[in-house]
């Protein structure tokens, strides 16, 4: 028994050496597993770096400052955020740090750290890296480069518009073509469609109407009276300012100053209805009820903004 | 003046001479041959034809593999792992399930009931036989089977069938208790089939 296993272990030994011999089988060279272990190192790295730009363009789209004026579009801050997420991103992020652990694990050493220490740098690095690229204002650049290069990409400038240009729903971007002075001001607006439409100012404020005559790209509150004669009542002129980063004060002096021009026009209605209750007293040419409310106390975003006061 | 008796090579030094003359690689096979053919045994490779084929293929993967071997690594742990992995391999490529036999004989058997301090914990009756322990071990699943052999019937420590296994070593930890939890169930429930 013991002479037969003997027999097979010197087989064994003299086989291998006989077909290596024969075969000329020789050891495959340091080059080649270096250069497999470059190759999933530089995937790794190729992930975290790809999951860090997604990073970025998430970041740039969320820190963005559009979400202070969140009730001119949508009915509260939830609805807002689902719509303008940045979905693909977050796909992509998600998809590359999946990649980024896969190749982490198939490193020569990977394989001894947990999938949560290999999943917790991957996120940390790409959110460092992503951050850094974010404050160098490579979230917008790349955001706005895949918008002009790619139709089908919605990039942040894209989505803004298509969020502002809806004047069924009081909403115009664009910029101010002509004006004419008093006492007959006509206000002529040109949106990004290309449509012309005549502005009654009436409500805005003086620092609204500075904004507008600046001849900037603007974005109009209000509400469209006249659709087919394109003749809109603005109520309110906010800038259109993208890419520039913006502090977490700055963002909140720019919520704060929309909720108070906004809440303004309720206001005014306010002071109007008692102007107009001490003309009927005083029996004097009082105007109707409608134009003493004035029309922007009625909008969406005020009705919004009142309703999240209370 | 004493003469001492030449230091054998260590796994790694035979490892860099075969790099330079294929004829250490002998010493390699030497020193392996019947560590493998009984983990392969273990693992499942029961007929002795099937053994020595695999034991060609083995071999002759970590001779064309010399250069990848880490040397932070034990010479040991590494051709494990490729015993290991050609192993699972050669099941998938058959499509065949694991064999009985994994413990040889009560030698094995007595061994892993009283040599490791950690197997005391498994909780079932001393009086089982190998027959009985090949049979328990042959129903709990895969992963914790491959740590059970390593650690109790190989004697490996826990970075060793972390390199084997490619797992971390936390995880061989998790693995050998919940193994050891299942194994000691499937013990129980066949002592009382008998």
Not at chain 1, 37 to 57: H, K, P, R, Y
Request: charge should be neutral.
């Amino acid at each position: 028994m013991e002479q037969h296993t003997k027999k097979t272990k010197n087989n064994l030994k003299a086989s291998l050496l006989k077909q290596i011999e024969q075969e000329k089988v020789v050891p495959r060279s340091r080059l080649f597993f270096r250069c497999q272990e470059c190759f999933v190192w530089t995937l790794w790295l190729l992930s975290v770096l790809v999951g860090a730009l997604a990073v970025a363009i998430s970041l740039f789209v969320v820190t963005h400052h559009q979400y202070a004026l969140y009730e001119a579009t949508h009915d509260n801050f939830l609805t807002f955020m689902v719509s303008v997420l940045p979905y693909l991103w977050i796909i992509i992020f998600a998809t590359m740090v999946g990649v980024a652990v896969y190749n982490m694990r198939h490193t020569k050493r990977g394989y001894r750290y947990s999938i949560v220490t290999i999943l917790a740098s991957s996120i940390v690095l790409s959110f460092a890296a992503g951050s850094t690229m974010q404050y160098f204002g490579l979230g917008y650049s790349l955001d706005s480069l895949f918008g002009k290069q790619m139709s089908m990409y919605m990039s942040q400038a894209k989505i803004e518009k298509q969020l502002w240009q809806a004047p069924h729903d009081g909403r115009l971007i664009g910029q101010q073509v002509l004006a004419t002075t008093a006492p007959t001001t006509t206000v002529i607006f040109q949106d990004s469609a290309g449509d012309r439409w005549v502005l009654n100012v009436s409500e805005l404020t003086s620092m609204d109407l500075y904004l507008l005559g600046s001849e900037q790209t603007v974005r109009l509150l209000g509400t469209a009276s006249d659709s087919t004669a394109k003749h809109f009542h603005a109520c309110g002129v906010f800038p259109w300012v993208l890419g520039q980063a913006m502090k977490a004060s700055e963002l909140s002096k720019e919520r704060q100053a929309f909720i108070s021009r906004v809440y303004d026009h309720k206001d005014r209605s306010k002071e109007r209805l008692a102007k107009l209750e001490l003309a009927v007293f005083e029996e004097t040419d009082e105007p109707s009820v409608e134009e003493a409310e004035g029309v922007c106390a009625h909008i969406a975003p005020v009705r919004r903004i009142e309703a999240s006061m209370h | 003046m004493e003469q001492h008796p030449p230091v054998p090579l260590s796994d790694e030094e035979v490892v860099i001479k075969t790099l330079v003359d294929k004829q250490f690689f002998g010493e390699i096979v030497d020193r392996y041959e019947a560590k493998l053919t009984r983990y392969i045994a273990r693992l499942g490779v029961r007929n002795t034809d099937d053994q020595l084929d695999l034991l060609q293929e083995i071999f002759l993967k970590v001779y064309k593999n010399l250069n990848g071997f880490d040397t932070s690594l034990q010479f040991s742990s590494w051709i494990y792992r490729i015993s290991h992995n050609e192993a699972v391999s050669w099941y998938r490529k058959k499509n065949v399930r694991p064999e009985g036999h994994l413990i040889a004989d009560s030698e094995e058997l007595l061994g892993f009931l009283s040599a490791k301090d950690e197997a005391a914990d498994i909780d079932f009756d001393k009086t089982v036989n190998a027959k009985q322990v090949n049979a328990a071990l042959l129903r709990i699943e895969d992963k914790y089977r491959q740590v059970l052999i390593l650690r109790f019937f190989e004697h490996k420590e826990y970075e060793e069938i972390s390199d084997i296994l490619k797992i971390p070593i936390g995880s061989v930890g998790t693995l050998l208790h919940r193994g050891k939890k299942q194994l000691g169930t499937e013990l129980n429930q066949e002592a009382l089939r008998i």
